[in-house]
């Protein structure tokens, strides 16, 4: 037997010996040191902290280099033991696997999923003491451990997320105490010193760790409630709050003109020089640590954002409308709305704000209850899902008002909704299409779902891309509540106009259908191509009762296939079609009696074909006789024009 086999015996708590091999027990720096010491007179070394089903346990911890699948059986309890023997045995390795495995249960759960986990009683006074004990910052001190087993504790939740740490304290009272311990220690302990116990011993502030965790507006709310804060620090980097605070970060280029419509990004020229000689550390600091620091301790306004004004949380209202606002801006904007707890309402369109900005500035917006409008969006009303129809035509709200938007369409039953949206605003949409049941009713009309349109004067501008409108046929795939949708003047071409049809093939539940087009050549099926695929579609589809294709130019063709789709389902349920001034001739009404005189269908009830060219001014008389012959034999119309 090698030195490494060779068994040690530890006495457990209970009395009971458990053996151990030498080589884990040389991984445990307490049962090491005791073999080194001295052999004990029986040749048991006494652990009598520790149960002996736990101890086994361990043993098979130390000897693993990767964490035991026996671990995932264990209760979260005897996780919790796990760490306090592996404490007390000095066994790094094994107290690595215990962390893993504990974070493992309880990373990403709510905090009433936390409860119940940890079967932990909510002892809080009030609905209210809960809900304020969820929403403090991460940084909020604990005070001082009051017990070895709470000092355990702490160290038990060394690989949980900071997200789930903030869930914890509103678990109990007692955990609240212990999440705040662990999450200032980790946010704001100085190396060689306790952890702070109260706000004004903070001096320093992991940016890093809470930016990672989604928590950016928490660099803002240090600013404002850390009256020692000295530094900030990324990996690598150490901002001084001091620095930042004296500097001009809206200072401009001499030869700048404040007046021009292009403006140098938020965090350029003679501000960002400013800002950098506020930090040290090696190469080009992260965008977000520059945001953080801003955010946390910039002076006065920058680029057009009352920066300090916001942090101070001193106003209710806030107008940033035509300030050149972009990315940068937008993000900056989103460490600042979560802290502004007297802001009801914010108007910042018209700027330039898209992508990241976009993104994290519509999520700040969200998560701030105290906003009732947004880029003339009544979010309020909206969350309180007051609404069965909501007119948003011409208020341009941007990127950021578009995935407003999209995040309470979830929460809202009926909904019709009618706005100009960029491909990620669409995007969105589609994405909250998914999973929202209630919607019954929405308006993307004149919305460049494809990222081109047409002006007055017929000229197109953009750039065609069907990524937009195939995520909304994507979203019709799956959606089970929508009743009416308008697509129209869109320019879906072709490829649009497939995505869409396809979808709406098993589609079950879409009533009423707008995919019509316009004046000045704003063709939106792309003419007879995009016709073939939505008479496919009429061809199969039963729950369709109302259909728009008008201004499309379909052609004689175009039309033909559309009716006789139309006729030839008997499943059909359309129960009009309006095919006024199309210039349908002869070719085309022949087609179309043809469709009428063999119609399977009994929904088509009433046509209009007025304003079109059936006989050619009277020179070809063919197609209006076979129509009237049609209509000889079809028993469901009762109405034409």
Not at 406 to 432: F, K
Not at 514 to 528: M, Q, R
Request: hydrophobic share 40%; glycine share 10%; net charge negative.
């Amino acid at each position: 037997m090698t030195d490494g086999q060779e068994r040690v015996r530890l006495r457990a708590r209970e009395g009971e010996a458990v053996e151990w091999t030498r080589r884990a027990a040389q991984r445990a720096g307490t049962l090491k040191d005791m073999m080194d010491d001295a052999p004990t007179e029986d040749g048991v070394y006494p652990v009598p902290m520790i149960a002996a089903a736990e101890l086994a346990v361990l043993r098979e911890m130390c000897e693993a280099d990767s964490m035991p699948a026996r671990l995932e059986q264990c209760s979260i309890s005897e996780l919790f033991r796990l760490v306090e023997g592996a404490g007390f045995l000095d066994a790094p390795g094994a107290l690595n696997h215990a962390q893993r495995a504990l974070a493992s249960r309880l990373n990403g759960k709510c905090a009433d999923e936390l409860r119940e986990l940890l079967g932990a009683t909510d002892d809080f006074d009030s609905a209210e003491n809960r809900v304020a004990a969820l929403a403090e910052p991460a940084f909020s001190p604990g005070g001082a451990a009051f017990s070895s087993h709470e000092d355990a504790k702490e160290v038990a939740l060394g690989m949980v997320d900071v997200g789930t740490l903030a869930e914890l304290k509103g678990v109990s009272q007692s955990w609240l105490a212990l999440a705040r311990r662990v999450l200032c220690s980790r946010l704001s302990r100085c190396e060689g010193l306790p952890a702070p116990t109260q706000l004004a011993e903070i001096t320093d502030l992991n940016i890093k760790v809470l930016v990672d965790a989604g928590r950016l507006w928490e660099a803002a709310a240090a600013g404002r409630m850390l009256p020692s804060l000295a530094r900030l620090r990324w990996e690598g980097f150490e901002v001084s709050v001091a620095a930042v605070r004296a500097v001009d970060l809206d200072e401009r280029d001499e030869d700048e003109d404040e007046d021009e419509d292009e403006r140098p990004c938020l965090l350029g020229g003679p501000a960002k020089t400013a800002l950098l000689s506020c930090i040290e550390g090696e190469g080009e600091p992260p965008l977000e640590l520059l945001l953080a620091a801003v955010a946390c301790a910039g002076s006065g306004e920058i680029r057009g954002i009352p920066v300090q004004m916001m942090r101070d949380d001193s106003v209710s209202e806030l107008n940033l409308q035509e300030r050149n606002i972009s990315v940068e801006g937008g993000m900056l904007l989103a460490y600042l709305v979560p802290v502004m707890g007297a802001l009801t309402r914010v108007d910042i369109r018209r700027n330039s704000i898209s992508g990241d900005g976009a993104a994290q500035l519509s999520a700040a917006v969200l998560g701030n209850l105290k906003i009732e409008m947004f880029n003339e969006i009544p979010i309020k009303e909206m969350r309180a899902d007051s609404f069965t129809e909501l007119d948003l035509n011409g208020k341009d709200f941007g990127v950021e008002g578009v995935m407003v938007v999209a995040g309470l369409i979830p929460v809202m039953g009926a909904l019709t909704e009618h706005g100009d949206y960029t491909s990620e605003g669409i995007n969105a949409i589609a994405d909250a299409l998914r999973v929202n049941g209630g919607l019954t009713s929405i308006d993307l009309s004149r919305s460049q779902l494809c990222g081109i349109w047409t002006d007055d004067d017929g000229d197109q501008y953009g750039t065609y891309t069907a990524e937009g409108i195939t995520a909304i046929a994507d979203a019709l795939r799956v959606n089970g509540g929508l009743t009416k949708i308008s697509l129209a003047k869109n320019k879906l071409g072709e490829e649009g106009t497939k995505a869409i049809c396809e979808a709406l093939e098993q589609n079950k539940t879409l009533k009423e259908l707008d995919i019509s087009g316009g004046t000045y050549g704003n063709i939106n099926i792309g003419c007879t191509a995009g016709a073939k695929h939505v008479a496919k579609m009429l061809g199969v589809n039963s729950a369709l009762t109302s259909v728009e294709f008008r201004g499309n130019k379909l052609g004689d063709k175009g039309w033909g296939a559309i009716f006789a789709a139309i006729c030839g389902n008997k499943d059909s349920k359309i129960m009009s079609m309006d095919a006024s001034s199309e210039n349908i001739g002869p070719v085309g009404v022949k087609l179309i009696a043809e469709a009428l005189r063999t119609s399977v269908t009994g929904g088509l009830t009433s046509i209009n074909m007025s304003n079109n060219y059936l006989t050619h001014s009277g020179t070809d008389m063919t197609g209006i006789k076979e129509l009237a012959a049609a209509l000889g034999v079809n028993c469901s119309l009762t109405k034409i024009e």
